[in-house]
Structures are given as structure tokens and as C-alpha cells.
């Protein structure tokens, strides 16, 4: 079973990868979110090795590779494809749509409105994974309070908030290094004062 690839990026599309891992060339499905990460490493470093975290399917038709650059969405794509009805396809369009936290937050907050905007789920497809998905992220997150993952993934999503501004990654970074906020809009706000 394939876990996980080092090597070299040679083909990136929105949500498909193929990476060189010593001649060997590997393809997978990625959400969106996993494929603009990568794009923001190749970019600040072209020639550096990527990592990248993979969950394999086998079926007797097909064999399935995809691809994550976090582990909580690799854990995310791997609790929603044990839902009855929800197959890898809807599971990489949740995770193309919203990041693993901002699921987390629509799963708490009960949204079915937010879940319904993602193409291939309807009211009762919805529905469903609100229930079976309930206290999965509070399992998740609580397990990973030790670290410091969950603060580096709201640092992460704003300096990419931040580099769409205009700002330069090297700014960025010096700048989220003495903020503490607890939410993305809060982290881009006050770094857009210190950047000021």
C-alpha cells in the first residue's frame, strides 16, 4: 500500500498531480486546496522535493491514488469515504470546496445550507453526512491539540489570503510569526496593520 511519495513534481493541473519519485511516475487526484499548496511550494522552492501524504484504493476495475500535502485531509477524505453514499469523488469535491477546518466549522455549526453548495451533494446527501460525520472533528482536533498543526493551517490559509493581496511570502511570514489570533479573518486583519 502506497502512504506516501517524495520526489519531483512534473504535472500539476487544479486537481490532478504526477510526481517523479526516482523515475517512477505516479498520478493522483487531489483537491483543490492540497493542489494550490503544492503550487505555492513549487513556486517559492522549483526544484525542492515535495511530500506528499497518499491513501490508495483498490478496486477490481481501478487502482486509485490521491494525494494530500495535510494529514487532516487525508483523515477527513478518509472518514467521509465510509459514509454510506459518499464515494472519493464527492469526498475530494468537499475537500476542493472548503479546507478541513472550514468543513469542520459547517459540520459544527450544522450548515446543511454550505454542504449543499458542493456539486454532486442535494438535501438528503447532505443531511446524511451531518449526521454520521457528528463529533468526528472534535475527535480530530482534540487529538491534535498537542501540536501546533491547526495554528499553522489558519497562518497557512492567511498568508495565502495575504499573498493574493500582493503582499510578498517572505513579509508575510516575519509578520505571522507574533500573531496569535484564533481565526483566519482575524490572523489577515491584523496582519494587514502590522504590514501597513
Known sequence: MIVGLRG???????????IDVGG???GMQM???????????????PDAPVKIICAQIIREDAHLLFGFC?????????????ISGVGPKVAIAILSTYTPTHFAKIIADKDIEALKKVPGIGVKGAAKIMVDIAGFFAQLLQ??????????????EASLALQSL??????IQKVLEY?????VSEIVKEALKRLA
Do not use: C, H, W
Open 31 to 45: 483537491s483543490l486546496n492540497a493542489t494550490s499548496m503544492l503550487q505555492t511550494k513549487i513556486d517559492s522552492q
Open 8 to 18: 519531483t513534481i512534473i504535472r500539476l493541473e487544479p486537481m490532478y498531480a504526477e
Open 166 to 171: 500582493g503582499f510578498k511570502r517572505n513579509e
Open 143 to 156: 487529538s491534535q491539540e498537542e501540536s501546533i498543526a491547526p495554528s499553522n493551517n489558519l497562518k497557512y
Open 70 to 82: 495535510e494529514e487532516i485531509e487525508k483523515q477527513t477524505f478518509e472518514r467521509l469515504i465510509k
Open 179 to 183: 500573531i496569535e489570533a484564533l481565526s
Open 24 to 26: 517512477v511516475i505516479y
